[in-house]
Each structure stands twice: as structure tokens, then as C-alpha cells.
């Protein structure tokens, strides 16, 4: 179906019905992946990455500070590292509130999971009207084996931040699709290159050990340059329409 048409899940008589049954689901799967990841809780650090990124880190295990947010989005991390600040202001943030008690970042990981979770099932059930389909595919996106490294690895944060802004960004393109035709300019138009832009400095950015900061700064321009330039399109477009 095309994105600019009338959903099913936002046309149909029984949409507040259809909503509460979403809902119910997302609840379910919240509470399932909550419980099947829940010994995570009680695992430790590991001693692969988990240094570089929080236990070795005195930049993160300060929290967060002027210099430590200075050092996040500008400075050289050193080459088992990469430039992705909002993955580092979360350490921060987490070793400020848990300090170096593993059981609170993973919980953070988690938390991050189950919300992924709950988007899947509700991004896509915007898209396709088909609740019990999206309710699955959010059910093999939730358990799937391979996500296990992601939740289970503090050093992954930057894994679940990308993603949960990539659906973000879905979901601010599907409630602009759906509002195309009626009244005003919606205020969402620009808000999916804005999440696409979080997700950009939450993924990391590779770089050799012997690249520069500025280097790895550059490498951002395309898509710092892609989310500007898409979303001043998107809004004239809208313009022009009315």
C-alpha cells in the first residue's frame, strides 16, 4: 500500500477497539521480553569492550559533566572506540545514577529493548492495520538468539539507541504520510530527519586507529547534510501543496 493513502488502522469504524488490542499486545510483549531477559540483571561487567566504554572510562565514570559532554561529541577516544556522543552521554548518565553497579546498566539495556520492542509492534501496525502480524514480527524482534549480544552487552548501548531512533523516524514519516490531506502542515514533517540525525550519532562511526577526530567528525557530514536537506524538502513540498 502506498504510504500517502489512508491506513487501514486509522480509517477503519473499529480503530479504537483495534487500538486497545495493540496496546494489550504491546503490554505482553513488554512483560515477555522483560522476563526472558530479566537475568541480565545479575551479570557483571564483561572484559571485552566493557572497559573502553564504562569500567576504564574516567571520561563516563565522571558522569555528566561539561568536559565529559566537550570530550563525547569532540574529542580523539582512542582506537577501540568511535565517535557516537549520545552513546557516551547514556554511559555517563548511567554511571551518575548506578555508579559502577552493572545490575543498573543492564536494566538500561533492557528497558531500551523492550521499548524497541513495543515500537515494532506499534510502528508497523500504523503501516499495515494487521495487529496479530506485527505482534509477531515484534516477538522475533524481541527473542530472536542474535539479540541477546545486544541486551546482554553493556558495550551495545549504541546498538539499541540507533535503532530506537530508526523507528522513531518511521513513526514520525507515518503519521505525516497519514496526515498529508487533512488541514495545516502537520508538525511532524521535520521531526523524522531530526531522529534520523539522533540515530546518526548513536551508531558508531568507524575510523582506523590513526584517524583523526576531525576525520571522524567528517565522516557525520552526510548524514548531518541527508537529514537538513530532507526535511527542508519535505516542508516546501507541504507548502506548496496548501
Known amino acids: 500500500m502506498r504510504m500517502d493513502q489512508p491506513n487501514p488502522a486509522a480509517t477503519t469504524s473499529g480503530n479504537t477497539s483495534q487500538s486497545k488490542q495493540v496496546l494489550l499486545l504491546c503490554l505482553l510483549l513488554a512483560f515477555a521480553t522483560a522476563a526472558v531477559y530479566w537475568p541480565v540483571a545479575k551479570q557483571p561487567f564483561t572484559n571485552y569492550d566493557d572497559p573502553d566504554y564504562v569500567t576504564a572510562n574516567p571520561e563516563v565514570q565522571q558522569g555528566i559533566t561539561w568536559n565529559g559532554l566537550a570530550w563525547a561529541f569532540g574529542q580523539l577516544h582512542g582506537e577501540r572506540t568511535y565517535w557516537h556522543p549520545l552513546t557516551w552521554v547514556s554511559h555517563m548518565a548511567d554511571c551518575q545514577l548506578f555508579g559502577l553497579n552493572p545490575a543498573g546498566h543492564h536494566l538500561v539495556n533492557l528497558l531500551l529493548h523492550i521499548l524497541n520492542t513495543v515500537l515494532v509492534c506499534w510502528v508497523f ?54 496526515a498529508r490531506r487533512a488541514g495545516p502542515r502537520p508538525l511532524t514533517t521535520d521531526h523524522g530527519p531530526r531522529f534520523t540525525l539522533h540515530a546518526s550519532t548513536s551508531f558508531p562511526c568507524s575510523s582506523s586507529p590513526s584517524a583523526s577526530c576531525a576525520n571522524r567528525s567528517w565522516s557525520r557530514c552526510p548524514s548531518f547534510s541527508c537529514c537538513w536537506i530532507t526535511g527542508r524538502w519535505g516542508g516546501s513540498g507541504r507548502e506548496k501543496e496548501e
Open 125 to 178: 501496525w500504523r503501516m499495515t492495520g494487521a495487529p496479530w502480524r506485527c505482534a509477531l514480527l515484534a516477538g522475533l524482534f524481541a527473542l530472536h538468539p542474535l539479540q541477546v549480544d545486544t541486551v546482554a552487552w553493556v558495550a551495545e548501548r549504541k546498538n539499541l539507541l540507533s535503532a530506537m531512533f530508526w523507528l522513531l523516524t518511521i513513526w514520525a514519516y507515518v503519521l505525516y504520510a497519514e
